[in-house]
């Protein structure tokens, strides 16, 4: 069992940076792949980046490719999603999930945090 919360949201100018953490509860943190989802109101939820249980792997939806970085840090049992050029489009909510597998469909994703807001205004 994993259990999983969210920080770092809130409300940025367009341009602006964020920095989210995930903290994870639970001994197998560091077996687990981890992901980050967002969901805008009246949209589905879509990926965001993941990355593979040891850091070895990243992927980026394309709307983030070259302004989001995924990392963790499996001694803190965390892992992060800086975002830098924010623009008013990434206004959702973020998630992190944890799953035994790499992949972008949430249904592979086991664990999920409540999430954190990002506000991004023009």
């Known amino acids: 069992q994993v259990q999983l919360v969210e920080s770092g949201g809130g409300l940025v100018q367009a341009g602006g940076s964020l920095r989210l953490s995930c903290a994870a509860s639970g001994r197998t943190f560091s077996s687990y792949a981890m992901g980050w989802f967002r969901q805008a109101p009246g949209k589905e939820r879509e990926f965001v980046a993941n990355i593979r249980w040891n850091g070895a792997s990243t992927y980026y939806a394309d709307s983030v490719k070259g302004r989001f970085t995924i990392s963790r840090d499996n001694a803190k049992n965390t892992v992060y999603l800086q975002m830098n050029s924010l623009k008013p489009e990434d206004t959702a909510v973020y998630y992190c999930?944890?799953?035994?597998?790499?992949?972008?469909?949430?249904?592979?994703?086991?664990?999920w945090g409540q999430g954190t807001q990002v506000t991004v205004s023009s």
């Open positions: 999930a944890a799953g035994g597998t790499l992949g972008m469909n949430p249904r592979v994703y086991n664990y």
